[in-house]
């Protein structure tokens, strides 16, 4: 579903030439970190990088839950509302 604008990030192991087509082909952009032996060189930004990798350690954190990995609750809305709970234990955690 990328479209024009968007933004591809990838971890090095998914840096490939296929991959970076098929992102310009779509008219997005690949954000992804060169592997070591890349001979290219290819625009990359680390903050963009870093702010996916917040996101994961985040998403990381709440399998810690295990109500929350395993999905006990099948209702969207007390599925998203144990989601929000445990989204702000994490982020105060003097709670």
């Not at 999905?71 to 007390?78: F, L, Q, S």
Request: aromatic residues 12%; hydrophobic residues 40%; charged residues 30%.
């Amino acid at each position: 579903d990328l479209g024009d604008g968007d933004i591809l990030l990838a971890d090095k192991g998914d840096d490939s030439n296929a991959i970076r087509a098929k992102a310009s082909e779509r008219k997005a952009w690949a954000n992804i970190p060169p592997k070591a032996n890349r001979k290219g060189t290819f625009a990359f930004c680390r903050w963009v990088y870093r702010q996916r990798n917040l996101v994961e350690r985040f998403f990381n954190q709440i399998k810690q839950f295990r109500g929350i990995a395993t999905r006990y609750d099948k209702r969207p809305d007390n599925f998203l509302a144990a989601l929000k709970f445990v989204s702000t234990r994490l982020w105060c955690p003097s709670l």
